[in-house]
């Protein structure tokens, strides 16, 4: 039996305007990690599809222990030991946990074994999840009710309930806190052990360098080097995605801060957060800190006007505003970029052009009617500040994940904001995007907009912002000026609000 799992050799792959994959070839052995980086839009996708079957290549072929095969779909490429975990899981969430990881594979009884056997069902899933160490998820739990750390190790059982020898994880860490994305390299080093091949894809830089054996590059649709991961640094990696030396990943600080635009005061939401207090200045970056549930995102949505705070005064410009809905917030100034610019910052099924009117249309609707002349004159010159590849006028589900993210931003800027949110701005998107993103923020404030930067990446909110505001436990916990950054410090506060006070008697024991 061939070392070699599977080949795909010199596939070709185009779409009208453009060429997603050109010759490019890839080999995975058994027993590997093998990492597929690149910018978004270098054709990780499309290449992804084409080994899980749900793209036909035009040119090329592959090849499944050393014979060729021509994938009819998913199901297909089931059959032959494929399987795909994606950003988007797939997931059902009416369905319970058992009925998830053996959908398509359930044990039967009877002569054709048309009946389904729960109790075989529920042994064969207790058993995946132990192989995964995962015993504490009820196998008759809806889906629906599990975190997002729990909804992948569920793919991960459904991949190992087929015995997948091949299982593609496409940015598996990506939505994850640090502790559930430690536990999921973990179990991807435990899966390799056990003889798994797993070809994984992610932006996460540092992972690629721990997690994988081989390294494959993508730039532009074309293979530009396949090493072994111990041959490649990160800078030489970002060089190889990009083209060109990586330079700066962060701009410089806007250094002009005014007057306070933004105050808040004894912000609160039962259940949610608690006397939240914070002012934000023209110019300003301020970054907001702490681990997922800590309540960040709530604040954000509340100042937007998406869940208001049941109590609680908001300024803006000195004068007190009532923000009882998204629109009275765009009309105060503030404009949110919300976590998840799918489910909630795009309609992706709209153009990128529409998509960036969206939040302006009375702009472009005097009396009632679309100026098109007028939209397509504003977009195309909100496009090019942003520096957005891709055409506008397709469907914005078809542009890259950095490139969607830059329409949101393009909606947003379009506004003419006072106050500008970002929550989590550069999840999921590559490092040449992560770039053009933080120049965009620094070019808001330069412009004296107050910036909001909500991030979970340390490294991200230390070099971006100007102050930096922790949270635990729904609660603002400590506050950092630039010259003040500690990470330690910063960790400290994010967990404070989730240590158990020492008992009376034990104190300064």
Known sequence: MTDTILSVERVTKRYPGVVALSEASLDLRRGEVHALIGENGAGKSTLIKII????????????????????SGPGDARRHG?????????????????????????????????LLSR???????????????????????????LSTAQKQI??????????????????????????????????????????????????????????ADRVTVLRGGRVVRTAEASALDVPQMIQLMLGREAGELFPPRNERIGPPLLRVRGLTRKGAFEDVGFEVRAGE????????????????????GAEPADSGTIEIGGREVAIRSPREALRAGIAYLPEDRKEQGLVLQLSGRDNIALA????????????????????????????LRG???????TLSGGNQQKVVVG???????????????????????????????????????????????????????HRILVMSNGRIRDELHHEDFDDRRILTAAFAGHMVPAAAGEAGT
């Open 52 to 71: 899980t079957g749900a793209v036909r290549p035009d040119e090329g072929r592959l090849l499944i222990d050393g014979d060729e095969v021509s994938l």
């Open 82 to 114: 494929i399987v795909g975990i994606f950003q988007e899981l797939t997931t059902e969430p009416w369905l319970t946990v058992a009925d998830n990881v053996l959908l398509g594979a359930e044990p039967g009884l009877g002569p054709g074994r048309q």
């Open 119 to 145: 109790r075989r069902a529920h042994a064969r899933t207790r058993e995946m999840l132990a192989r995964l160490r995962a015993e504490d998820i009820p196998v008759t739990a809806r889906a629906g009710q």
């Open 154 to 211: 569920i793919e991960i059982a459904r991949a190992l309930a087929v015995d997948a020898p091949l299982i593609i994880m496409d940015e598996p860490t990506a939505s994850l806190p640090d502790a559930d994305a430690r536990r999921l390299l973990e179990l991807v080093e435990e899966l390799r052990t056990s003889g798994h091949t797993i070809l994984y894809v992610s932006h996460r830089l540092d992972e690629v360098r721990r997690i």
């Open 285 to 304: 970056v301020v970054g907001f800190s702490g681990l997922i549930g800590a309540g960040r995102s709530e604040v954000m949505r509340a100042l937007c």
């Open 360 to 387: 302006s249309l009375r702009r472009f609707t005097p009396a009632g009617v679309l100026r098109p002349a007028s939209l397509q004159r504003v977009s195309d010159a909100m496009a090019r500040s942003l520096q």
């Open 391 to 397: 055409s506008l006028d397709a469907e914005v589900r």
């Open 411 to 465: 909606k947003a800027l379009l506004t003419e904001p006072r106050i500008l949110i970002f929550d989590e701005p550069t999840r999921g998107i590559d490092v040449g995007a992560k770039h053009e993103i933080y120049r965009l923020i620094h070019d808001a404030a330069a412009r004296g907009a107050g910036v909001i930067l909500v991030s979970s990446e340390l490294p991200e909110v230390m070099n971006v912002a």
